[in-house]
């Protein structure tokens, strides 16, 4: 019945000490290895056997890969795809994990802001890493746009650098946050029936028809939103990747 | 092989020609790269799809909200580090006030994003 008892995070095993905390192995952690497992899994066995005229499994393996190049070099252009195998990952992780999210009983992991956070972190530093160590400091061209007056400058500079900093914030909530609220929106629908059922008998069984449409309509809804949020993930890293490549220009 | 499209030269030899066949597959591998690459070099509009209007609405408030926070953590930061309580607090908020409208209004697409000039 509590709506929120879904994102709980549970002790599944210890596999260790750090100091004196102890390291567990969580539900969490069991679906982003179940994910792993299957993505690697999933290329593997499409690639294991490449022909010419695919298989099923090949072919699947071969459209995901499309996909994400297409996504890369519209946004970086052909010099974006050497970052290919960083966003190829972080989209089928994000996806997978979505898609694991609308299994009943399973646990999302996407919906917790530490994970959607430190990805976007992740996305961060490779941006600010890879655009000094290539372009040294004219990557700080990116923090000043052209034809700006001098005595404006230090303003707009400030105002930029604050802009930059803030994206892994919206990049993360913005996941974090539609996941947790599709979720929740679930959870209460299905609560509306056991409400309706227990407090009005039988009338009230027949009743939970509606609200259990209403689950039947979100479901497919939250399907679309778990490959959309996966996709504007993947595509705003490549939109930042972009900078980094590209500083200012 | 025999969709029509090649011309009549070819017909008349053997299949097993192999000059033939390579440039056959040579001119088919060519028109392949001019069908299925348009946007290599140009790199296309930078915004995201957000199909419904949750999904905008979201975003927009995102990038606003973000922008804030920000602003107003590196100013509490400063603050503690240089002793300069309240200023740079009041500053750095209403700057970060300011880029959080700055990234609205590029994922809104009302600015043009920096990149895109030239």
């Given at each position: 019945m509590?709506?929120?008892?879904?994102?709980?995070i549970?002790?599944?095993?210890?596999?260790?000490?750090?100091g004196?905390?102890?390291i567990f192995?969580?539900?969490?952690?069991?679906?982003?290895l179940?994910?792993?497992?299957l993505?690697?899994g999933?290329?593997?066995?499409?690639t294991?056997?490449?022909?010419?005229v695919?298989?099923?499994?090949q072919?699947?393996?071969?459209?995901t890969y499309?996909?994400?190049?297409?996504?890369?070099?519209?946004?970086?252009g052909s010099e974006?795809?050497?970052?290919?195998?960083?966003?190829f990952?972080?989209?089928?992780?994000?996806l997978?994990?979505?898609m694991?999210g609308?299994?009943p009983?399973?646990f999302?992991?996407?919906?917790?802001?530490?994970?959607?956070a430190?990805?976007?972190?992740?996305?961060?530093?490779?941006?600010?890493?890879?655009?000094?160590?290539?372009h040294?400091?004219?990557f700080?061209?990116?923090?000043?746009?052209?034809?700006?007056?001098?005595?404006?400058?230090?303003?707009?500079?400030?105002?930029?650098?604050l802009?930059?900093?803030?994206r892994?914030?919206?990049?993360?909530?913005?996941?974090?946050?539609?996941?947790?609220?599709?979720?929740?929106?679930?959870?209460?629908?299905?609560?509306?029936?056991?409400l309706?059922g227990t407090?009005l008998?039988?009338?009230?069984?027949?009743?939970?028809?509606?609200?259990?449409a209403?689950?039947?309509?979100?479901?497919?809804?939250e399907?679309?939103?778990?490959?959309?949020?996966?996709?504007?993930?993947?595509?705003l890293?490549?939109?930042?990747?972009?900078?980094?490549?590209?500083?200012?220009? | 092989?025999a969709?029509?499209?090649?011309d009549?030269?070819?017909?008349?030899?053997?299949?097993?020609?192999?000059?033939?066949l390579?440039?056959r597959?040579?001119?088919?591998?060519?028109?392949?790269?001019?069908?299925?690459?348009?946007?290599?070099?140009?790199?296309?509009?930078?915004?995201?799809?957000?199909?419904?209007?949750?999904?905008r609405?979201?975003?927009?408030?995102?990038?606003?909200?973000?922008?804030?926070?920000?602003?107003?953590?590196?100013g509490?930061?400063?603050?503690r580090?240089?002793g300069?309580?309240?200023?740079g607090l009041?500053?750095?908020?209403l700057?970060?006030?300011?880029?959080g409208?700055?990234?609205?209004?590029?994922?809104?697409?009302?600015?043009?994003?920096?990149?895109?000039k030239?």
């Amino acid at each position: 019945m509590d709506p929120i008892h879904q994102f709980q995070i549970v002790n599944l095993f210890s596999v260790g000490k750090i100091g004196n905390a102890e390291i567990f192995f969580t539900n969490s952690a069991l679906m982003m290895l179940l994910a792993v497992v299957l993505l690697t899994g999933f290329l593997v066995l499409g690639t294991a056997s490449a022909r010419p005229v695919p298989g099923r499994l090949q072919s699947a393996a071969e459209l995901t890969y499309e996909f994400v190049a297409t996504m890369l070099r519209s946004t970086g252009g052909s010099e974006g795809m050497r970052f290919f195998p960083f966003v190829f990952t972080i989209f089928m992780f994000v996806l997978l994990l979505n898609m694991f999210g609308l299994i009943p009983y399973a646990f999302t992991v996407t919906s917790h802001i530490v994970i959607t956070a430190v990805l976007a972190l992740t996305v961060f530093f490779t941006v600010l890493i890879y655009g000094l160590m290539r372009h040294g400091l004219h990557f700080f061209n990116l923090f000043v746009p052209k034809g700006v007056p001098i005595y404006i400058l230090p303003m707009i500079v400030a105002i930029e650098v604050l802009s930059f900093i803030s994206r892994p914030i919206s990049h993360s909530v913005r996941l974090f946050a539609n996941m947790l609220a599709g979720h929740i929106a679930l959870k209460v629908f299905a609560g509306f029936i056991i409400l309706l059922g227990t407090g009005l008998g039988a009338i009230g069984w027949i009743g939970g028809v509606l609200p259990f449409a209403m689950i039947v309509a979100l479901y497919a809804l939250e399907t679309l939103v778990a490959f959309l949020q996966a996709y504007v993930f993947a595509i705003l890293t490549c939109i930042y990747l972009n900078d980094a490549l590209h500083p200012g220009h | 092989m025999a969709d029509g499209t090649q011309d009549e030269g070819e017909r008349t030899e053997p299949p097993d020609n192999e000059a033939a066949l390579s440039a056959r597959l040579k001119r088919l591998g060519e028109r392949l790269d001019q069908a299925s690459r348009p946007s290599e070099t140009a790199s296309g509009p930078r915004q995201t799809p957000d199909t419904s209007a949750f999904a905008r609405g979201f975003r927009l408030s995102s990038e606003l909200v973000g922008g804030v926070l920000v602003g107003a953590g590196l100013g509490w930061l400063l603050d503690r580090w240089l002793g300069t309580t309240p200023w740079g607090l009041i500053v750095l908020l209403l700057l970060g006030f300011a880029a959080g409208i700055l990234n609205v209004m590029r994922a809104a697409g009302v600015a043009p994003d920096r990149n895109l000039k030239d």
